[in-house]
Nanobody, 116 residues
Framework: QVQLEESGGGLVQPGGSLRLSCAAS????????MSWYRQTLGKERELVAS????????NYADSVKGRFTISRDNGKNTVYLQMNTLKPEDTAVYYC?????????WGQGTQVTVSS
């Protein structure tokens, strides 16, 4: 079955960087689009970035454009989110999403906290 495991979250100071990883298994990873979402308490989960299959086109939320970069390594079945110039408002639980044949599969999430 489809499994997604995020890692790389943690506590970082404003202006710092983190790289999140999402290791995928159970499906033909290279074919399908992958996304990163985030959620804070009391708010809906929001799209942060997405990348098409085969490392094609990318899409970013306006709030992270120019600071975050999504990428994928199809040889390692892993999608990454490089986060630079982090701000306190980036604090959230970050989730990896795989969309496979119109079905959505979520990882368990990884906490990112930006605070001094």
């Amino acid at each position: 079955q489809v499994q997604l495991e995020e890692s790389g979250g943690g506590l970082v100071q404003p202006g710092g960087s983190l790289r999140l990883s999402c290791a995928a298994s159970g499906f033909a990873f290279s074919v399908w689009p992958m996304s990163w979402y985030r959620q804070t308490l009391g708010k809906e989960r929001e799209l942060v970035a997405s990348i098409a299959g085969f490392g094609g086109s990318t899409n970013y939320a306006d709030s992270v454009k120019g600071r975050f970069t999504i990428s994928r390594d199809n040889g390692k079945n892993t999608v990454y989110l490089q986060m630079n110039t982090l701000k306190p408002e980036d604090t959230a639980v970050y989730y990896c999403l795989a969309t496979v044949r119109r079905a959505n599969y979520w990882g368990q999430g990884t906490q990112v906290t930006v605070s001094s």
